[in-house]
Every structure is written in C-alpha cells, then in structure tokens.
Nanobody
C-alpha cells in the first residue's frame, strides 16, 4: 500500500495560484491511480482530478477543468495539483487519494487517503 501526505495549502486570493503536493511512501506507488478530492464545510466530498498509473491520462471535474492540472512524478513518488485562476468556491480541504488500477471519480473507490490540506481563497 501507500501512505500519503499533502502539503502546499494556505491562504490565497482570487485569481492567484497554488500548487499542492502529495508525497507518497510505501510500495509500488506507480501501481495506483491517484486522485485529488476536496470538501468544504457542510458539503460532501467531491472529485477534483485524477491521473492514471503512468501519468499519460488525466481527468478533471468540470468545475476545475482548464484551471487545475494534475501531474505525477513516479520517480519522486509525488503527485501534484497545480491550481490557477483560483476562485473563492475553491475553498476546501483538499485530499490526496490512491486508488486501484482504474480511474474513478468516486471517493469510495480510493482506499488510501492523506490527512488533507486547507486551501482558502479570499474574494
């Protein structure tokens, strides 16, 4: 399995950028689909982005498409979420997750989770 630790959260302004990192440790990092999810207070956890095992394919929620970019560096055991053109509605706790062999937008299909990092975007 894999252990995940997110970093890069903090306070930003609308229109700004941040990059989140997810450092992984454990075995066979490259054997997992990786995803980013977020959860705002009072709302359910929602899918943000995912990337396949090799990094050759990426998937995005409509709400972030064109603004966010997910990438992975298997040699460094790290997954990234580059967030550009931030909006106040992006404010949430962001979670890194590791899934199985195949892509999924459903949180229940990701077995391993980081502790989350808070991203706050002011108006």
């Amino acid at each position: 399995q894999v252990q995940l630790v997110e970093s890069g959260g903090g306070l930003g302004q609308a229109g700004g950028s941040r990059r989140l990192s997810c450092a992984a440790s454990g075995r066979t990092f490259s054997s997992y689909t990786m995803g980013w999810f977020r959860q705002a207070p009072g709302k359910e956890r929602e899918f943000v982005a995912a990337i396949n095992l090799s990094g050759s394919s990426t998937y995005y929620a409509d709400s972030v498409k064109g603004r966010f970019t997910i990438s992975r560096d298997n040699a460094k055991n790290t997954v990234y979420l580059q967030m550009n053109s931030l909006k106040p509605e992006d404010t949430a706790v962001y979670y890194c997750a590791a899934g199985g062999t195949y892509y999924s937008t459903q949180a229940k299909n990701y077995a391993y989770w980081g502790q989350g990092t808070q991203v706050t975007v002011s108006s």
